[in-house]
């Protein structure tokens, strides 16, 4: 039985503290700084509308002997609240990285040169109904894998959360990451500056756009050696907003009530590899920084 300390207690940091606790592991959410320890109950509802009720302890640090920090804050928020716990992570606790977007992990690997990192994606739909009420709202697949050599140690960690029925360990993990961030690139921004649902970007107005993203994206991912041509990568995407046609995007909630995006994570991400290889990404570029410009509040 490991020690899991949860960093982000929202929709997704809630499905995995459920998960990890129906695994018989121990769980703990570690809140801001100043949080007094106390016990959270919420309750989770899975995909047949069943609920069960839980209970985490939470408190401002990590518990003794942590294993497994599992991090679920948006990817701007990580490298922040990692710094501020930097004295209380040992050298034995793995740092298990799982957001939309790219680019934390070599930030937190600068932090703690010494610690496993692993990586993480996952496609489950969870829902925050209320403070203690987690809904399960799409069966999805959640894939780790390591970031560096000393996290490839934890290869058996899919058996160990059996509860995680979908959990996989990928030892290229860097392949799904990219393959998410594709989607988002082509999803995210676009439904953020229309206010718009996924599905949407099917529509003949906004499609062509989408197609313009993916296709630049294709140059990025071979250049980067990744195994996908543009009619795959735009196959993924497709499917992609037709499953998920009734959503919100994160970065649609995210600009919807004013809140800093992952922007600099996702198509930011993009921005950077593709000026690494001289790869002119116009439309990528030119959402950036209309996002940016929402951020800062120019327009
Ligand atoms: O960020 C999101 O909202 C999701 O990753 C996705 C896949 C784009 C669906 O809305």
Redesign the pocket.
């Known amino acids: 039985m490991a020690n899991w300390n949860i960093l982000g207690a929202g929709a997704i940091g809630h499905f995995f503290a459920e998960k990890l606790l129906k695994s018989g592991q121990h769980a703990a959410f570690v809140l801001r700084p100043e949080s007094e320890p106390h016990i959270r109950s919420f309750n989770f509802e899975n995909l047949a509308a069943e609920n069960t009720s839980n209970t985490v302890m939470a408190q401002g640090k990590l518990t003794p002997k942590c294993d497994f920090l599992l991090v679920t804050l948006k990817a701007q928020d990580v490298l922040p609240a990692l710094t501020l716990l930097q004295s209380q992570i040992d050298k034995h606790c793995c740092i298990v990285l799982l957001h939309?977007g790219m680019g934390t992990a070599e930030q937190t690997e600068k932090l703690f040169p010494r610690n496993a990192i692993m990586v993480g994606t996952t496609s489950n739909g969870v829902l925050k109904v209320s403070d203690d009420h987690i809904r399960h709202t799409g069966a999805g697949v959640t894939w780790l894998g390591p970031f560096n050599n000393q996290a490839k140690r934890y290869k058996d960690i899919a058996t160990q959360l059996s509860a995680l029925e979908e959990l996989t360990w990928c030892d290229d993990i860097r392949e799904k990451l990219w393959l998410k961030l594709v989607?988002?690139c082509a999803?995210?921004p676009l439904t953020a500056i229309h206010q718009c649902q996924?599905g949407e970007l099917a529509s003949s107005s906004l499609y062509p756009q989408v197609v313009k993203i993916v296709q630049e994206l294709a140059l990025v991912c071979e250049k980067a050696r990744l195994p996908w041509p543009y009619a795959e990568l735009q196959a993924q995407v497709d499917n992609?907003i037709a499953r998920?046609a009734e959503?919100f995007?994160?970065?649609h909630q995210d600009r919807l009530f004013n809140r800093q995006t992952e922007i600099d994570f996702i198509t930011g991400y993009v921005l950077k590899v593709a000026n690494a290889y001289s790869i002119p990404v116009p439309t990528n570029q030119a959402l950036f920084e209309q996002i940016k410009q929402q951020e800062t509040g120019l327009v």
Do not use: A, E
């Open positions: 939309n989607i988002n999803i995210n996924n992609v998920t959503n995007s994160s970065m």
